[in-house]
């Protein structure tokens, strides 16, 4: 019975599998999946495929007995039986897909150890998530630009003012940058600065992103050049809030 099941659900995607291993041996029997998959194809296919020529000689036997010259016109027909049943009907369709994909399948898992789930429902899967990913990041989007406010100009502070004064300097910018950690800022002058880890900090003006910078005083190498010119002024005071 585990094997059985075991068989049905090494036809889900991959991602799913190590959910269910703890109680059915699903990466072992893929290959069983896949040839199971392929016999099915077949077990469709052969006998829709003959009941397909049955007919279709039927039809063509009417129609040569109302037009004998019908048969000798069309005599080369039956070479392109095969090809028309299999990509113009929907049984023809579905047989190929599920002969080939589950050879496929069945080959990868044994030859090669990389098993693969069904690749019609692998697809829907990924489809799903990336559509359930791009609607959770288009609502995150909409509440932190809510959050932040109107779009202001970058300000250059010391890290005292935040509270920080383990940053040297930081970038407080009113939207995110595509500023990975490790990056540099490199100005017109030649001016480099390393970015650190950014975080967000609230503000009485909204939400502000915050890039923390340090400057390179030294030869050492410059992988991820950024240019970009910083806020003129830095200021300065007791006050460590940012307005």
């Known amino acids: 019975m585990r094997g059985i099941v075991a068989l049905i659900l090494a036809n889900l995607p991959t991602r799913w599998w190590p959910a269910f291993e703890d109680h059915y041996p699903v990466s072992r029997f893929a290959w069983l999946a896949g040839l199971a998959t392929m016999f099915a194809g077949l077990g469709i296919g052969i006998p829709g495929y003959i009941g397909f020529m049955h007919e279709a000689a039927h039809g063509f036997n009417m129609a040569i007995g109302a037009d004998p010259d019908l048969g000798i016109k069309s005599s080369g027909w039956g070479l392109a039986s095969l090809p028309i049943y299999i990509f113009a009907t929907p049984q023809g369709l579905l047989a190929m897909y599920l002969g080939f994909s589950g050879f496929l399948r069945a080959t990868a898992a044994y030859l090669t150890d990389v098993p693969y789930g069904d690749f019609v429902l692998t697809g829907m899967d990924g489809a799903v ?16 630009a809510a959050r932040e406010g109107p779009e202001v100009p970058d300000r250059l502070v010391a890290g005292a003012r935040l509270g920080r004064p383990d940053i040297e300097l930081a970038i ?29 900090l609230e503000t009485a003006t909204g939400l502000r992103a915050v890039y923390p910078l340090t400057q390179l005083r030294t030869g050492e190498a410059i992988r991820h050049a950024i240019a970009y010119e910083l806020p003129s002024g830095l200021p300065m005071g007791p006050d460590h809030s940012v307005s």
Do not use: K, Q
């Open 129 to 144: 998530r990336g559509a359930w990913s791009r609607s959770r990041e288009w609502r995150a989007g909409r509440t932190r």
């Open 172 to 200: 407080v910018a009113s939207r995110r940058r595509h500023w990975p950690r490790g990056s540099y800022l490199v100005t017109s002058g030649g001016a480099a600065y390393r970015v650190g880890e950014a975080f967000d």
